[in-house]
C-alpha cells in the first residue's frame, strides 16, 4: 500500500458525460502528479500541483482540467467526455515535487466511457 | 526532449530462471533520476528503485539487481530465480531535477513466468 488513495475505483458513464477523479497523497506529501495510460499512449503525464498550486502541466486536453485543495487532495475533471478518453488514470504524490523525488502511485481509477 | 525505450515488449521464462529487462533512456540533462516501476495484473504501479545519474553503483535488493551504466545510457533490471508473482509489467522512467518533474515512461515489458 503506497498510501495514495483514489476513488471511485472503476467508472463508467457515457460519451460527453462529465467525471471527477479524487485523490489524496500520502501523509506529508506536498505534490500530486496526474497520469493516463492507455493502450496506445502507454502512461502520459497530465499534470502536476504543488501544495495548491499548478507546477507543470503535460499531454493534458482542454476539457481536462485539475485543482488542488488547501488539505492537499487534489481532483482530476474530465468533461465531454469521447470513447477515447477510456483508460485507468493515476495520481501519484511526492513530499517536495523536486525531480529526485520518488513518485508513489495510487491504485487508479479505471474509466470506461461507452 | 527525454526518451525511455524499453525494446522488450514481452518476455516469457520458466521459474528460476534468470531474466534481464532492457532500459536505455535519452537526456540532455547532466543531472537525471532513473526509476523502476512494476505494474501486476492488479493494475496499481509499485515502485522498485530509484537511482541518481551520480551514483553508478550497482544495487541489489534479494533477487533484484540493477546494472547502470552511463556509458551506453542503459538502466538494465534482471530478477534471479524468477517466480510466478513476479510476472508483471515493468515500466522504466525517467526524470530530471529541473522545472519538468513528471516521469517519462517506457513502454512497459510484460514479463510472464511460467511454473
Known amino acids: 500500500d503506497s498510501g495514495v488513495t483514489q476513488t471511485p475505483k472503476h467508472l463508467i458513464t457515457a460519451t460527453g458525460q462529465r467525471v471527477t477523479l479524487r485523490c489524496s497523497p500520502r501523509s506529508g506529501d506536498l505534490s500530486v502528479y496526474w497520469y493516463q495510460q492507455s493502450l496506445d499512449q502507454g502512461l502520459q503525464f497530465l499534470i502536476q500541483y504543488y501544495n495548491g498550486e499548478e507546477r507543470a502541466k503535460g499531454n493534458i486536453l482542454e476539457r481536462f482540467s485539475a485543482q488542488q485543495f488547501p488539505d492537499l487532495h487534489s481532483e482530476l475533471n474530465l468533461s465531454s467526455l469521447e470513447l477515447g478518453d477510456s483508460a485507468l488514470y493515476f495520481c501519484?504524490?511526492?513530499?517536495?515535487?523536486?525531480?529526485?523525488?520518488?513518485?508513489?502511485f495510487g491504485p487508479g481509477t479505471r474509466l470506461t466511457v461507452l | 526532449a527525454q526518451k525511455v525505450t524499453q525494446a522488450q515488449t514481452e518476455i516469457s521464462v520458466v521459474e528460476k530462471e534468470d531474466v534481464t529487462l532492457d532500459c536505455v533512456y535519452e537526456t540532455r540533462d547532466t543531472t537525471y533520476y532513473l526509476f523502476w516501476y512494476k505494474q501486476p495484473p492488479s493494475g496499481e504501479l509499485v515502485f522498485l528503485i530509484r537511482?541518481?545519474?551520480?551514483?553508478?553503483q550497482n544495487e541489489i535488493s534479494g533477487r533484484y539487481s540493477w546494472n547502470f551504466q552511463k556509458s551506453t545510457s542503459s538502466f538494465n533490471f534482471t530478477i534471479t530465480a524468477s517466480q510466478v508473482v513476479d510476472s508483471a509489467v515493468y515500466f522504466c522512467?525517467?526524470?530530471?531535477?529541473?522545472?519538468?518533474?513528471?516521469?517519462?515512461f517506457g513502454s512497459g515489458t510484460q514479463l510472464t513466468v511460467l511454473p
Open positions: 537511482r541518481n545519474s551520480f551514483d553508478e
Open positions: 501519484a504524490s511526492s513530499d517536495s515535487g523536486r525531480g529526485a523525488d520518488t513518485q508513489y
Open positions: 522512467a525517467l526524470t530530471n531535477s529541473g522545472s519538468a518533474r513528471q516521469l517519462t
